[in-house]
């Protein structure tokens, strides 16, 4: 079984420029989720999509990014314009389902290294 | 809201060393808790899941336990090997949705 997909594993942009960072969740998995991992923290999630539908974006900063699954398989995450604070890993997962209780576990990607300059 | 604390930050053990990490969370109603490992540069490989009905699971040399009274789960590392450096993670879902609550992570050193 093929695993979550990411790309690109790194990124060096400067300070107002933008980025797009693309993933592929594991066949089947209908919930999908974007992390950033700040260094020498915890992932923190940014946005939860159940198909193509977004279950919760509380903690997305939404004047600056935003992310899409149109076709409820593969998912975009972007930054426009990015900041230095947005230096960090950002983490794609899936699972099959989306509840806790349904005993979900989550798959994570390689991520992607995004340093801002 | 849910917070989860991990204990020690950091820890170095020789080589064929049993050891323990612990995993704190403030909110004993969970539905399950996830134990998670991260190699530098890497993502996170899940290591083990505790159904919030069961106390413990294993996997090889893991095993992993979860006390909900006392907001507690630890993971032991039997015979510990230099391939098992790495971080070590725990996360709970913060109420019914599954988004995980990140423990700020035990990075491991296994030293020959």
């Known amino acids: 079984e093929a695993g979550v997909a990411q790309s690109p594993r790194y990124k060096i942009i400067e300070k107002r420029q933008s980025v797009a960072f693309w993933c592929n969740p594991i066949?089947?998995?209908?919930?999908l989720y974007w992390y950033q991992q700040i260094l020498g923290q915890g992932p923190k999630l940014l946005i939860q999509?159940?198909?193509?539908?977004?279950?919760?974006d509380s903690q997305l900063p939404k004047d600056r990014f935003s992310a899409e699954r149109l076709k409820g398989v593969d998912s975009t995450l972007k930054i426009q314009p990015a900041k230095l604070e947005d230096s960090a890993v950002y983490l794609c997962?899936?699972?099959?389902?989306?509840?806790?209780?349904?005993?979900?576990?989550?798959?994570f990607g390689p991520g992607t290294r995004l340093t801002v300059l | 809201k849910q917070e989860v604390t991990q204990i020690p930050a950091a820890l170095s053990v020789p080589e064929g060393e049993n050891l323990v990490l612990n995993c704190s969370f403030t909110?004993?109603?969970?539905?399950?808790l996830q134990w998670f490992r991260q190699d530098p540069g890497k993502g996170l490989t899940s290591l083990l899941l505790?159904?919030?009905?069961?106390r413990e699971q294993t996997s090889g040399r893991l095993n992993a336990s979860l006390d909900k009274s006392s907001g507690r789960s630890t993971l032991y590392i039997a015979a510990s090997q230099p391939g098992d450096s790495a971080t070590y993670l725990c996360?709970?879902?913060?109420?019914?949705?599954?988004?995980?609550?990140f423990g700020t992570g035990t990075r491991l050193q296994v030293t020959l």
């Open positions: 997962a899936s699972s099959y389902f989306g509840l806790a209780g349904v005993g979900n576990e989550q798959f």
């Open positions: 066949s089947g998995h209908a919930t």
């Open positions: 999509f159940q198909n193509n539908g977004v279950v919760d």
């Open positions: 909110d004993s109603a969970i539905y399950n």
């Open positions: 505790i159904q919030s009905s069961q």
């Open positions: 996360a709970s879902p913060f109420g019914p949705a599954s988004k995980l609550t």
